[in-house]
């Protein structure tokens, strides 16, 4: 997630111990894990929950929004309380969150929403407090940039290693069913975070920079409201209706609140982000990348979640080796990326990173889902990840040469804003595209086809025509065919009759496959069409941007 973030305001020095070390990379692990989790398991949430399509996306996505929106003012509220017990905190949340989602009841999606709200509050804390504990701690660019290799690597490990882990917990078997056991994977993150916590209590020591800190809570207020009406917006609008009132009015209230925010942030002293970064065009340029670029990154992995897990229905450790394939060249690349970036202008690694991410998803798109090895996909996965590893290392270098050195650790903390807020963006746009087009396709094909719309008839009205002890799970069938495309595909086609031969059941099953394949397949498409701007933007506006280049421009706008 973030890679940098720059604590503001003078400290006390103090010597960093290995306690600390530790501490930060342990709970930056667990904040990463918490991120990862779903990725391989929302096939079988989606089957043991019966989830609408929609509801699996705001899955995903309640834990990001906590992140975008809090991250920059945790790492004031660790500035001015103390960052050891706020790294304590954030892995306590993440183990609360944990343990809410293990304790789902069926049917209890809204228990494993909040739980990941609750999580991704604590990945908030997690994220920017690990990294200024480390700083404040190193006294010398040396030690500081080996403190922050070791918490980079934590982080890296730590979104190689979870889908695995995650992949192997579904197959132990679950009292509450089949696909019950995506519950275990909740319950690992939760143990990992209590001894995360304790290792900070006992090992880390304390630090903190209160002078001149102070949150900004009307802009943290209007930007969360305005960020959280527009993804209501975009996700919902697949299920409601894209002219539906509630949908209409969310991007309404998006609209007026993002009003707000600016015009608060002009006029505080020290606002949550300094909109006069934005007058500087290299950093308004950067930023711009910043945004589509890491959407298209995420929007892939979450197109290549519901792919493999939903839509082909591979098992939670067969969907893990897409994911070792987007993940792996984080850990190949690990060792060079930063000379790269070095050596070479972070404007033209930039751009190449964007464009690997959308010559991989050109690929993706362009294999049907009726493919069904792994071995197709996995190519094309690997050159995302080799793309994202090349891109998200260069972001903030790119973002701080863009600005006068007096501005560097404001456009840092700027930058882990925007990329997080193109992070979550992924999943909830990439959903609505695809399941729009899905249900559409559905629909159609129903209204075209009397004798499917029949056979329908007949599904729906199956529970009445079925033994009491059998009707229970031909109602919770139905209501699957009803949810969505996702439920549609997920219900088989045929099952068992009484003497053992297979009878028709789910006359949608073939239709919505089609459909779900063509749908995340332009999903890809939009992914590699916003990388492919992305890369291009930043190879021919920030690509003659040296390593060496200092701006030295008025700070336009600084307040005294």
């Not at 840092?412 to 193109?422: K, P």
């Not at 199956?462 to 059998?470: K, S, Y």
């Given at each position: 997630m973030s890679e940098t973030v720059a604590p503001s305001g003078p400290a006390a020095p103090v010597e960093l111990r290995r306690g600390t070390l530790v501490a930060a990379a342990a709970a930056v692990a667990i904040a990463q894990i918490g991120l990862s989790i779903p990725a391989v398991i929302n096939g079988f949430i989606n089957q043991d929950l019966h989830t609408t399509s929609t509801t699996l996306t705001w899955i995903s996505d309640a834990?990001?929004?906590?992140?975008?929106?809090?991250?920059?003012?945790?790492?004031?509220?660790?500035?001015?309380?103390?960052?050891?017990?706020?790294?304590?905190?954030?892995?306590?949340?993440?183990?609360?969150?944990?343990?809410?989602?293990?304790?789902?009841?069926?049917?209890?999606?809204?228990?494993?929403?909040?739980?990941?709200?609750?999580?991704?509050?604590?990945?908030?804390?997690?994220?920017?407090?690990?990294?200024?504990?480390?700083?404040?701690?190193?006294?010398?660019?040396?030690?500081?940039?080996?403190?922050?290799?070791?918490?980079?690597?934590?982080?890296?490990?730590?979104g190689f290693i979870s889908p695995v882990l995650a992949g192997l917990l579904a197959r132990i078997p679950h009292s509450g069913g089949e696909y019950a056991s995506w519950r275990y994977a909740f319950l690992a993150m939760a143990v990992l975070a209590v001894v995360s916590c304790a290792i900070t209590l006992v090992g880390a020591q304390n630090s903190a920079a209160p002078l001149g800190r102070s949150l900004d809570w009307p802009g943290q207020i209007t930007i969360a409201i305005s960020l959280f009406a527009l993804l209501y917006a975009v996700i919902q609008g697949a299920e409601d209706g894209w002219g539906s009132v509630p949908v209409i009015g969310g991007f309404v209230v998006a609209v007026v609140f993002m009003a707000l925010f600016v015009a608060i942030e002009r006029r505080v002293d020290r606002p949550l982000i300094r909109l006069d970064l934005f007058s500087n065009r290299m950093f308004t340029v950067s930023a711009v990348v910043t945004v589509v670029g890491m959407f298209a990154y995420l929007g892939t992995a979450y197109a290549t979640s519901i792919r493999l897990s939903a839509i082909q229905e591979y098992t939670p450790l067969a969907t893990s080796l897409g994911f070792f394939c987007l993940n792996v060249m984080g850990v190949v690349l690990f060792p060079v990326s930063t000379r790269v970036v070095e050596r070479f202008s972070p404007g033209v690694v930039l751009g190449t990173g964007m464009a690997l991410i959308g010559i991989g998803d050109f690929v993706l798109a362009a294999i049907p889902a009726t493919n069904l090895s792994i071995g197709a996909v996995a190519a094309p996965l690997l050159v995302?990840?080799?793309?994202?590893?090349?891109?998200?290392?260069?972001?903030?270098?790119?973002?701080?040469?863009?600005?006068?050195?007096?501005?560097?650790?404001?456009?840092?903390?700027?930058?882990?804003?925007?990329?997080?807020?193109?992070?979550?963006?992924?999943?909830?746009?990439?959903?609505?595209?695809?399941?729009?087009?899905?249900?559409?396709?559905?629909?159609?094909?129903?209204?075209?086809?009397?004798?499917?719309?029949?056979?329908?008839?007949?599904?729906?009205?199956?529970?009445?025509?079925?033994?009491?002890?059998?009707r229970p799970a031909v109602e919770a069938a139905v209501h699957a065919v009803k949810s969505g495309p996702l439920g549609q595909n997920g219900v088989p086609a045929q099952v068992p009759g009484p003497d053992g031969t297979p009878i028709p059941f789910n006359p949608l099953k073939d239709v919505a496959f089609h459909a779900l394949s063509h749908a995340y397949a332009i999903g890809y498409l939009v992914c590699g069409i916003a990388a492919a701007a992305a890369a291009l933007i930043a190879l021919t506006m920030l690509g003659r941007r040296?390593?060496?280049?200092v701006f030295t421009e008025p700070d336009a706008g600084e307040r005294p």
């Open positions: 834990f990001l929004v906590p992140v975008t929106l809090l991250e920059l003012s945790f790492g004031v509220v660790g500035d001015l309380f103390g960052r050891k017990r706020l790294l304590a905190a954030g892995a306590a949340l993440m183990a609360v969150g944990g343990l809410l989602g293990f304790f789902t009841p069926s049917g209890g999606t809204g228990v494993l929403i909040t739980g990941q709200v609750v999580s991704g509050i604590g990945a908030a804390a997690i994220f920017p407090t690990s990294i200024a504990m480390l700083a404040a701690g190193t006294q010398s660019v040396r030690q500081r940039a080996h403190s922050i290799s070791i918490w980079a690597a934590a982080l890296t490990g730590a995302v990840g080799a793309g994202f590893k090349l891109a998200v290392t260069s972001i903030t270098v790119v973002a701080v040469n863009s600005v006068p050195t007096s501005k560097a650790g404001m456009a840092s903390g700027a930058t882990s804003m925007l990329r997080d807020g193109g992070l979550t963006l992924g999943p909830a746009i990439v959903g609505a595209i695809a399941l729009t087009n899905a249900a559409n396709a559905i629909n159609a094909e129903i209204a075209s086809s009397p004798s499917l719309k029949s056979a329908l008839d007949s599904f729906y009205a199956a529970p009445q025509h079925v033994p009491a002890a059998q040296r390593n060496q280049d």
